[in-house]
């Protein structure tokens, strides 16, 4: 297991055939000699070794380390993180990270009523693309005409791109797969839209010193989330139980059920413990709640359901709210007027902690399951 040089035989003993792997496709982006390639055939999400160069287990190229550099689950990787982005590990009662909590919502209509709950992330990229912030942003829309709920990652570069691709999938969707066409047109600095998985990339990245890629990939805005599910949700449980074909769903939310609006204009309710079967392997061990190394994490929990909890962890998360108030785009409130969701958040991320394997780096269980 030790190794002066970590490369692609660590990475796959030590994350992707152990379980901690969440498919975030950082290694795949990283990676310099092209050998590293992605699936999701199955509900893989998984990234595999060519057959060049080496083989399933084991890489040639015995100097690189870039795909172990890139990796937001191998060894240290929270402390390294967390020292990279903020200048000190987290205290105890830090539970959901580094931060400040407050409620925010776009004040702009299509904005609003296109997002998933308050519709910031969608304000903010639509903000950072217009103001000269970032280039393009990777983020996630739905294949072809949205009839098959197929998650896919995406660029986008326009106001009409972004408010096309808000809401939220719960599938999984790689959307680090995007960096490569975004590179390819020739955008530089560029923003991504994810999950806890995908949010400590960019950071580990940089903590790393893993090249160009850690460069580009400037802004991080993180999404809160317990876990995604199989595609084959869709099959299995929502279309031979409930009845509910994908091609008529309109939109999904989870607010302690699995909520679904038809295009008939019908609504339907499954109850998550049913939903438990199909969870994506991925996220089993997962340990980040709330998207803990994010410039700013955004989360639809809580008592106002057309606002978005936001998080704010860096200058950079901080000056991009401030924007966004003084150009009059968004309305804020602070969290004291939810204790209910602070509360809340606090129990999610704790919960979410505990299932980092006692096997695995120990800083991610160090918070005491007492704690907040
Ligand atoms: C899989 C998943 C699980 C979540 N679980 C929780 C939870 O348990 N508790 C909670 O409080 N909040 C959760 N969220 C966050 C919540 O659903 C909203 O995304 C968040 O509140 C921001 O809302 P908004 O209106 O500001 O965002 P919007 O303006 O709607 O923007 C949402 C952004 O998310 C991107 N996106 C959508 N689906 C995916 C996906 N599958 N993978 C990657 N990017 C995606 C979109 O492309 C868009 O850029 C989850 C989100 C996802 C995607
Ligand atoms: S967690 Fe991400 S970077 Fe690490 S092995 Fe899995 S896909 Fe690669
Ligand atoms: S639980 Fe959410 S953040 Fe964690 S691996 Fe799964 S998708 Fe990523």
């Known amino acids: 297991m ?3 040089k970590p490369n692609w035989a660590e990475l796959f003993s030590e994350v992707v055939t152990s379980g901690l792997c969440t498919g975030c496709a950082g290694c795949v982006i990283a990676c310099p000699h092209d050998v590293l390639s992605y699936t999701d055939l199955n509900g893989a999400y998984k990234p595999f070794h060519l057959d060049i160069d080496g083989d399933e287990s084991s890489c040639t ?67 950072a693309l ?30 009409e791109e972004v408010l096309a691709t808000a809401g939220s999938r719960y599938t999984y969707s790689p959307n680090l797969m995007a960096y490569q066409q975004a590179v390819d047109a020739g955008y530089e600095r560029l923003a ?22 850690a460069r580009r990939l400037g802004l991080t805005i993180g999404l809160l989330c317990s876990k995604t599910f199989n595609d084959a949700i869709f099959d299995e449980l929502f279309e031979a139980k409930y009845g509910i074909a994908k091609a008529n769903i309109q939109k999904m ?13 019908a609504y339907h309710e499954v109850p998550l413990k049913e939903a438990h079967a199909w969870t994506r392997e991925g996220c089993e061990h997962c340990p980040d709640f709330s998207a803990e190394h994010a410039d700013i994490s955004c989360g639809g929990i809580g008592t106002f359901a057309d ?31 939810d204790p209910d ?7 999610l991320a704790r919960l979410s902690r505990r ?10 269980r160090r918070i005491p399951v007492t704690a907040g």
């Open 130 to 159: 217009e103001n000269d912030v970032i280039d393009a942003a990777l983020v996630s829309g739905l294949e072809g005409d949205g009839s098959t709920w197929k998650a896919e990652p995406r660029v986008v570069r326009t106001r």
């Open 307 to 337: 606002w978005t909890l936001t998080i704010t962890r860096t200058d950079q998360g901080r000056s991009l709210i401030a924007a966004l108030i003084d150009a009059n785009l968004v309305d804020v409130k602070p969290i004291d007027e």
């Open 253 to 265: 939310n989870i607010k302690g059920v699995f909520q679904i609006w038809t295009k008939d204009g």
């Open 61 to 127: 190229h015995e100097t690189c380390t870039m795909c172990t550099r890139a990796c937001p689950r191998f060894r240290a990787w929270e402390p390294e993180v967390d020292s990279h982005r903020f200048g000190r590990t987290r205290t105890d009662d830090e539970l959901y990270g580094v931060g400040d909590v407050l409620l925010v919502r776009a004040r702009e209509s299509a904005t609003h009523d296109a997002g998933q709950d308050g519709g910031l992330v969608s304000a903010l990229l639509i903000y």
């Open 355 to 364: 299932r980092w394997p006692e096997s695995a780096d120990p800083s991610p």
């Open 2 to 4: 030790s190794s002066e």
């Open 192 to 213: 991504v839209v994810g999950m806890g998985c995908m949010a400590s990339t960019p950071g580990v990245m940089q903590a790393r010193k893993a090249g160009k890629v």
């Open 341 to 347: 969701a602070l509360a809340l958040l606090k129990k």
